[in-house]
Nanobody
Framework: QVQLVESGGGLVQAGESLRLSCAASGRTFTYYGWFRQAPGKERDFVAYIRWNGDNTYYADSVKGRFTISRDNAKNTMYLQMNSLKPEDTAVYYC?????????????????WGQGTQVTVSS
């Protein structure tokens, strides 16, 4: 049974940092991604990483501020978020994709976590 469990969300002030974790169980996937969804908006791509960490890609809105990484020994993915802005406020979801090619569309991912709230105050 596949499970993805996010943690690490919270309330921070603008300019501060947070690190999200996504613990996976059940199997290893080819690609893992982070998405976010603000109230009343669609779920947007944030970043993806290949299972061995050799391929990463970021949305322009977070490039240079966020870093995606994986610890294969723990089967856990991370999202280090620095210089947070109020517009980063959203529920953050981790996702896993079985396909061998990287994708940024949410419908290309097969499994999802329950989400963790990130709120950045100004």
């Amino acid at each position: 049974q596949v499970q993805l469990v996010e943690s690490g969300g919270g309330l921070v002030q603008a300019g501060e940092s947070l690190r999200l974790s996504c613990a996976a169980s059940g199997r290893t996937f080819t690609y893992y991604g982070w998405f976010r969804q603000a109230p009343g908006k669609e779920r947007d791509f944030v970043a993806y990483i290949r299972w061995n960490g050799d391929n990463t890609y970021y949305a322009d809105s977070v490039k240079g501020r966020f870093t995606i990484s994986r610890d294969n020994a723990k089967n856990t993915m991370y999202l280090q978020m620095n210089s947070l802005k109020p517009e980063d406020t959203a529920v953050y979801y981790c996702a896993a994709r079985s396909g061998i090619t990287p994708r940024v569309a949410s419908w290309e991912y097969d499994y999802w976590g329950q989400g963790t709230q990130v709120t950045v105050s100004s």
